[in-house]
Every structure is written in C-alpha cells, then in structure tokens.
C-alpha cells in the first residue's frame, strides 16, 4: 500500500525531477490555457421568424405557424417548440435535446432552415421566407462607440466600416456587429399648392422621377474574346441630379425642374431606428466577438493596440471610445486567484510555523505550488479554461487540499521523534494514509460528480467546477504520498523531545482536553 511513497524514496532522482517537471509544466499550461470571462456553453435554440402584413393572429396561427410547426417536428433532434404570434408576425423558438452536441447541432440547424425553405411553398402568398437565426451565445469581448465631433452619422459610419476591416486583421476576432446605424433617406418635401399652381400632380412626378432612377443592360461588345458589358444608366448620383430631373407641366409645351417643385434634401429614417448615444453624442456601436480556443489576454493587447493605431489615422474628430473591455474583468479575476493561492501559501506556512516549526512548515506549504501545477496540467488536458467558474473551484479547492499533507508530514514528523529513520517513518505514514487520504479525498470529489454527470448548457457551464476540484484533490492526494515524503527525508530532523512540547502545544492540548466532554 506504500508503492507511491516507496517508489518517491527509491528513485529519489526522478522524483526531484518529477518535481521541476510538474512545476515548469504547469507554468507553461498556465501560459497557454485560453482564459475568458466565463465558460464556453452552447446554446441549443435557434428562433424561426416569418411575417405576413395585416394577417391576424388567429389566420396567422392556421395558415402559417402551425405548417411550420408540423415540418419542424419532421427533426428528430427537437424537443420542444414554443411559437409566439402576434399580428402579422409568428416567432417559433426550437430548442433541442440536451444531448445533441458538437457537429449533430450544426447538422440539425442546416436540417431546420431546409425544411423552412420546403415549407414556404405551402405558406400564402405575401408570407416572408422563413428566417432561421441560430447563432446564439456568441458574446461581446468589447464594444467600442465611434463619434465624429462635427460629422454626420453617416461620415461616422464610413470610419466604423473602415474600422470592421481593420479589427479583421487583429488575429482570433470573428465578428464585428454594429447598433446605432441609421438608414440613409432622399426626403422630397413638397409643397402641395406649389404643385397646384403649375397644374403637376404627385403621382406624375413620382413616376417622372422613378422612370429616370433606373439601370438597364444594353448588350455586350466581344473585342477579340473580351467581353465589355454595355449598361444605359440612368441611376443618379447626387442631390443635384435629383433636383435636374425634368417634369412634364401640363398646359405647357416645356419641362419644369423638380428643384423647382419640391426641396431635395439627404437625411435619415423617420423616426430613428434605435439610435445610439455615448455621452451624449451620437454613435455607432461596434460589438468585437472573439474564436473559440482564444485568450482573451493576449487578443485584448492586440486589439488595444490595433484601435490605438486606427484612432491615430483618422482625422480629429474621430473618437474610439471603449465602452466594455471583457479582457479587463478577466484579468481582476486571473489576479485575484493568484492572490488567493498566494494568501493560502503563506498562511500555511505562518500556521505551520508557529506550532510545527520552520521545517515542516516548509515541507507542508509545499503542497500548494505542486498541486496547482498538477491541476494546471489536468485542466490543459481535459479543455478546461482559465474563468470565473474553474477559479472558483481553486479558491474552494485551496481550503482543501492542505489536509493531506498536514497529515501525512505530521505524523512522519512525530515517527522521527520517536526514533525511527526518516526514509521508515515515510514509508509508515505512506502505508497508514494512502487508503484514508484517498477515500476521504474521494467522497469530496463525489459532491461535485453530478457537476460531471450533467448534459446541456447547465452541465457545460459546471463542468469546470466539478473538473478542476477533483484535479486539485488527485494532485493532492498524489503530492502528500509521493512529494512530500521525499521532502520530509530530506528536510525534517528529530526534534530535542528533552524540552518537552512547546508553550502553544501546551496551551492548544489543555484547551482541547477541556472542550471534549462538552463534545
């Protein structure tokens, strides 16, 4: 029962270096493990959309959401639908089992948006195609509103175009998804007794103008195998242009300019569509989503520098400014982790100093740095990233892990005393707690298994925290029978047992003795 720690002592050479390995390797999984704010889940919902103007909800329900309902149900990967219908509009939310996953989710998606494109046949005419939105769960690393002091939103919008191209070239983003943009308008206001007056009418200037905005093929010319396409245009370019188209008056044998009828002017959607304000200036919002399998830490450097230099190139004005960075909240948490493992580090050590002296306070503190490696190496393994939720089960794992080897170096410690050669003592303790550290280590990771056991998204997002503290009791209970025997023969001497126990020995034994019979 004492193979781990017989095998430690025996081949102490390779233990040393197994002790080098296990720290370097768990430096370099730290460095290349993805880190993100939260864990990478997968959405299983994807939202069916389709509108029939004017339609109401009960015709809407016969003639349109239940066909589509009946062709969704043809998947077999679908487990539940939920339509909403309101006028002239249906919403089908499709959700699948929690056991479909990886590639079989993008294959029931494709099998969805074919059966919508099968089943618009069937829908009344004037029924939209069938829109299947199934991108869900992608999530916004940062959002970066652009403003122009002194430009027009559309002006704005170029630089946030500009923008998109430039953040494309930034390795590991995917994405860029703009809020605030508003429509471009021509707005032709008209004077209704102006119109009047020279006997036009509305309807004859609209198709005056229409009949001019057009853009017809004219044929082809073949010059020695190339082709050149011909192209009668009539498509205006500007307000000018507009404003230059000519109208028939009735009554006279001449034309009228439009400009002279109506005030062209270029403006926007009336009302806005969803405008977007940063400090009270109008902006265009820029939402930046990252790849899988990418760290956040180091995209966040290449994308602070990537909008720093396009700021630079744009004329004064131009602002970039960051609205939410998820690099900097992941970074708090990443920190604030190794504070913790720092803390625990030392107060171990202090606790174990105080009542077992320098020696073995070293020896116990020990555990934490190998058994944060081995945990490292695990999570690098089994494709856990460094987020909120793995941190939280080191925070919760910290408090834990230190038992094992308090035990084991304790008793090795009080053999020693007793008389016995250390390489003896480890190899007693090892015997006595391989089966104890390991059963209650165990139960522990029992606690977390139905973490482990879960399907979906709520057995994806907790996986990391069942994961990484099983990770740190295995890397525990293999460091207190394995590492820190070897450490305890090379480090712990017999103590001068002629002065008998310490002064806090002493006072901790009479304040046990005196609280036991209440127990």
């Known amino acids: 029962m004492d193979f781990l720690t017989r095998f430690g002592l025996l081949k102490s050479r390779l233990t040393a270096l197994m002790m080098v390995f296990i720290l370097a390797l768990g430096a370099m999984s730290y460095l290349g493990i993805p880190k993100r704010e939260n864990p990478e889940i997968t959405i299983r919902t994807a939202v069916v959309a389709t509108s029939f103007e004017g339609m109401a909800p009960a015709r809407m329900e016969q003639l349109i959401a239940i066909p589509m309902e009946r062709k969704i149900?043809?998947?077999?990967?679908?487990?539940?639908?939920?339509?909403?219908?309101?006028?002239?509009?249906?919403?089908?939310?499709?959700?699948?089992?929690?056991?479909?996953?990886?590639?079989?989710?993008?294959?029931?998606?494709?099998?969805?948006?074919?059966?919508?494109?099968?089943?618009?046949?069937?829908?009344?005419?004037?029924?939209?195609?069938?829109?299947?939105?199934?991108?869900?769960?992608?999530?916004?690393?940062?959002?970066?509103?652009?403003?122009?002091?002194?430009?027009?939103?559309?002006?704005?919008?170029?630089?946030?175009?500009?923008?998109?191209?430039?953040?494309?070239?930034v390795e590991g983003i995917t994405k860029v998804s703009f809020s605030g943009i508003q429509e471009e308008r021509i707005w032709l206001e008209v004077d209704i007794r102006k119109l009047a007056a020279v006997g036009v009418q509305l309807e004859q200037l609209l198709g005056?103008?229409?009949?001019?905005?057009?853009?017809?093929?004219?044929?082809?010319?073949?010059?020695?195998?190339?082709?050149i396409t011909l192209e009668a245009s009539g498509d205006l370019q500007s307000l000018d242009e507009i404003g230059a188209v000519l109208t028939k008056v009735s009554g006279l044998a001449g034309f009228v300019r439009l400009s002279d009828l109506v005030t062209v002017r270029r403006g926007y959607e009336d009302p806005k569509n969803a405008p977007v304000f940063f400090n009270g200036e109008p902006a265009i919002v820029a939402a930046i989503e990252m790849s899988p399998q990418t760290d956040i830490q180091d995209l966040g450097v290449r994308l602070a520098a990537a909008l720093q230099s396009f700021e630079n190139s744009q004329p004064i004005g131009i602002a970039l400014n960051v609205s939410t960075f998820q690099e900097t909240v992941v970074t708090a948490s990443v920190n604030n982790a190794l504070e913790n493992v720092g803390q625990t580090f030392v107060v171990v050590f202090v606790v174990m100093l105080v009542f077992l002296g320098l020696r073995a306070a070293i020896v116990i503190a020990c555990i934490v740095p190998f058994t944060i490696g081995f945990a490292l190496v695990a999570m690098s393994g089994i494709g856990v990233d460094i987020e909120q939720v793995s941190i939280a089960a080191v925070i919760i794992s910290l408090g834990l892990l230190v038992?094992?080897?308090?035990?084991?170096?304790?008793?090795?410690?009080?053999?020693?005393?007793?008389?016995?050669?250390?390489?003896?003592?480890?190899?007693?303790?090892?015997?006595?707690?391989?089966?104890?550290?390991?059963?209650?280590?165990?139960?522990t990771i029992s606690a977390f298994l139905p973490m482990l056991m879960m399907n979906g998204t709520q057995g994806e997002f907790a996986f990391s925290l069942g994961a990484v503290v099983a990770s740190m009791l295995l890397g525990s209970w293999l460091t207190a029978l394995y590492v820190l025997p070897y450490l305890c023969t090379k480090l712990l001497n017999p103590s001068n047992s002629a002065s008998g126990p310490g002064v806090l020995s002493r006072a901790y034994a009479r304040l046990i003795r005196f609280l036991l019979p209440f127990g």
């Open 73 to 169: 149900r043809e998947i077999g990967d679908v487990e539940d639908i939920e339509t909403i219908i309101t006028d002239g509009q249906v919403l089908i939310y499709v959700d699948l089992f929690d056991t479909v996953s990886g590639t079989d989710i993008d294959a029931a998606w494709e099998d969805l948006r074919n059966k919508m494109q099968q089943v618009s046949g069937e829908l009344p005419d004037g029924t939209s195609q069938p829109a299947v939105k199934s991108d869900y769960g992608a999530v916004a690393i940062a959002t970066v509103a652009v403003t122009g002091d002194g430009f027009s939103l559309a002006e704005i919008e170029d630089v946030a175009e500009d923008l998109r191209t430039a953040l494309f070239r």
């Open 208 to 227: 005056d103008l229409q009949a001019q905005n057009v853009i017809l093929p004219a044929g082809e010319i073949d010059a020695d195998g190339n082709k």
């Open 403 to 443: 038992d094992n080897g308090l035990v084991v170096v304790e008793d090795i410690g009080n053999r020693i005393d007793a008389g016995m050669e250390p390489e003896e003592a480890a190899l007693s303790a090892g015997s006595q707690f391989v089966v104890p550290l390991g059963v209650a280590s165990i139960t």
